[in-house]
């Protein structure tokens, strides 16, 4: 499925929409997979899933760690207005738990692509 298509049913899911019904775990599913896989609409999603506890358990630390990442270090666009909103509420230690998960995060998304970019490489 590509991942205009992911998204696509990913919202479909989340929203309820037509005869798929509500599926938070199904929307979940498919935003961690494009989320892994670099795509910033997604990351900012699953922050959002997480951070709402949709489809998951919430977690503010991990939905505003890829709030974070979303941005890739913009102060506009969609993640950065969820950001503002979020971390504000958010303790001095959850703080520091944010930057080191999104260095986490950081590091699994840049070793798929490495992954992907290796296939076929001897």
Known sequence: MSAVAMLATSALYRLGQAMLGRRDDEAFRLASR??????????????????????????A?????????????????????????WQPQLSQDQQAAIHARRCDLLLKIQSRHFAILSVGVP
């Open 34 to 59: 494009l989320a892994l896989a670099g795509n910033r609409k997604a990351m900012t999603i699953l922050g959002t899933m997480y951070l709402l506890g949709r489809g998951c358990q919430a977690d």
């Open 61 to 85: 630390v991990e939905g505003a760690a890829w709030l974070t990442q979303a941005t890739g270090g913009c102060l506009e666009g969609e993640a950065a207005e969820l950001l503002a909103i």
